[in-house]
């Protein structure tokens, strides 16, 4: 079965920087485009970054733009998020997720980032 398993949250100071890991298994990691969501309390989960099955290609939510970058290692069917110049808006739960997400989709625990002074 599917399992995503999230790590590398923490609390960091606005500016600084975090990197997330998403391991995968229970599918063929290498032919799924894989992406990054968020959570904030009391709102709605929000799409934040899209990589390539290949991981030729990406694209992110005009919120992060030019701050984070996802990358994947197909060999560790891993998916990778680096977070610059962290702002306290970025607060939220991170998950990761294999394209294309239905309502039936497996969801990992996610994991926990904090900006705050």
């Known amino acids: 079965q599917v399992q995503l398993v999230e790590s590398g949250g923490g609390l960091v100071q606005p500016g600084g920087s975090l990197r997330l890991s998403c391991a995968a298994s229970?599918?063929?990691?290498?032919?799924?485009?894989m992406i990054w969501y968020r959570q904030a309390p009391g709102k709605e989960r929000e799409l934040v970054a899209t990589?390539?099955?290949?991981?030729?290609?990406?694209s992110y939510s005009d919120s992060v733009k030019g701050r984070f970058t996802i990358s994947r290692d197909n060999a560790k069917n891993t998916v990778y998020l680096q977070m610059n110049r962290l702002k306290p808006e970025d607060t939220a739960v991170y998950y990761c997720?294999?394209?294309?997400?239905?309502?039936?989709?497996?969801w990992g625990q996610g994991t926990q980032v904090t900006v705050s002074s």
């Open positions: 990589v390539s099955s290949p991981g030729s290609s990406t």
């Open positions: 229970g599918f063929t990691f290498s032919s799924y485009a």
């Open positions: 997720n294999r394209r294309p997400v239905t309502a039936r989709s497996y």
